[in-house]
């Protein structure tokens, strides 16, 4: 059986060996995207330090999409309301945070969380019998996770947060 809740870490790199195309994972919560979103929904849960086990799968790099613009694009939202939550901008970085920077941000942040790149979700499919969500996703090989729709008591963050 694969462990209930992987450590910080695991099922992020390739090799570290959680699940198979034969065995699903099983998380609590798995976040599709690592744009600011889904980067922001696992910045809380990494803060909230539950048990809650979660994994955000992203199918390119953290911050890819930023590296691909144009150079002079800069941000038109100032510094202080494009950040994420509780790991802001490195010091010095300027009001209007330039794409590069921002890419930068976004790869560094994700660094801190369970984040699998290039990693495409390709089907989740709700098992009524089972009460289960099944995930799909693709990294070179197919990875499949399990979901209870409503975490265990014992897995949820408090109910003050
Ligand atoms: C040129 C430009 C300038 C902008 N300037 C600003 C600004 O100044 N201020 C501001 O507040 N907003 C700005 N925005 C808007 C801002 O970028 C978006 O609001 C924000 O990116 C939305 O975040 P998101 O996480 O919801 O989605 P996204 O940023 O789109 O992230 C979704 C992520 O999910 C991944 N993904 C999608 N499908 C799958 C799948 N099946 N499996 C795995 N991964 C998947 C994608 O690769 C992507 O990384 C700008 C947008 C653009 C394009």
């Excluded at 979660?54 to 613009?69: H, M, N, Q």
Aim: proline share 9%; charged share 15%.
């Amino acid at each position: 059986m694969p462990q209930r809740h992987p450590q910080p870490g695991a099922g992020v790199s390739e090799g570290n060996s959680v699940g198979t195309a034969a065995t699903a994972v099983p998380l609590d919560v798995l976040i599709v995207g690592a744009g600011p979103a889904g980067l922001s929904m696992a910045g809380r849960l990494h803060h909230l330090q539950s048990t809650s086990s979660y994994i955000v799968l992203e199918r390119e790099e953290p911050g890819a999409a930023w590296r691909s613009r144009y150079d002079r694009l800069h941000l038109h939202t100032v510094r202080q309301i494009s950040a994420l939550p509780y790991w802001g901008f490195p010091a010095g970085t300027p009001t209007f945070v330039s794409a590069k920077v921002l890419a930068d941000y976004y790869s560094a942040y994700a660094q801190r969380l369970r984040v699998r790149s290039h990693t495409t979700v390709t089907a989740a499919r709700f098992d009524a019998a089972a009460k289960l969500w099944n995930v799909t996703a693709v990294n070179g090989r197919p990875w499949q996770y399990c979901l209870s729709p409503s975490p265990s008591p014992s897995s949820s963050p408090s109910p003050s947060l």
